[in-house]
Nanobody
Framework: QVQLVESGGGLVQAGGSLRLSCAASGRTSSSYVMGWFRQAPEKEREFVAGIRYSGGTYYAESVKGRFTISRDNAKSTVYLQMILLKPEDTAVYYC???????????????????WGQGTQVTVSS
C-alpha cells in the first residue's frame, strides 16, 4: 500500500507560478513512475506530467515549457513547478504512482495504482 499527500495548491493570477509537492509513503517499488494529473469541473481527468524512477520526464503538450516535474527519491517526493499559469490550468491536481510501469511513459489514469487526495489550483484572469 502506498499513501500520497499533495500540497502547494492555491489561488494565483494568470502569469503567476506555483509549486506542488507530493510525498509518498509505504511500500513503493524500485521502478515506480510518479505522475501528475488534473481534473477540471465536468471534464475528464487528464495527464499533465510524469517522471520515471531514473529521472526521465515527459509532459502533456499543453504544459510543455511551462511545467517542470522533478523528484527526490530519497524523500519519495515529486514536485511540479508551474509557471506562466493560465486560467485553463485551473483544476484539482492529483499525483499518482504506477508501481510497475508496463511502458516508459504511462499517461492513462488506469495505469496508475495509487492516488493522492488532490489539491486545488485556481488561476484567475
Amino acid at each position: 500500500q502506498v499513501q500520497l499527500v499533495e500540497s502547494g495548491g492555491g489561488l494565483v493570477q494568470a502569469g503567476g507560478s506555483l509549486r506542488l509537492s507530493c510525498a509518498a509513503s509505504g511500500r513503493t517499488s524500485s521502478s515506480y513512475v510518479m505522475g501528475w494529473f488534473r481534473q477540471a469541473p465536468e471534464k475528464e481527468r487528464e495527464f499533465v506530467a510524469g517522471i520515471r524512477y531514473s529521472g526521465g520526464t515527459y509532459y502533456a503538450e499543453s504544459v510543455k515549457g511551462r511545467f517542470t516535474i522533478s523528484r527526490d527519491n530519497a524523500k519519495s517526493t515529486v514536485y511540479l513547478q508551474m509557471i506562466l499559469l493560465k486560467p485553463e490550468d485551473t483544476a484539482v491536481y492529483y499525483c499518482a504512482v504506477d508501481q510497475f510501469p508496463a511502458e516508459l511513459g504511462p499517461t492513462r489514469p488506469g495505469q496508475y495504482d495509487y492516488w493522492g487526495q488532490g489539491t486545488q489550483v485556481t488561476v484567475s484572469s
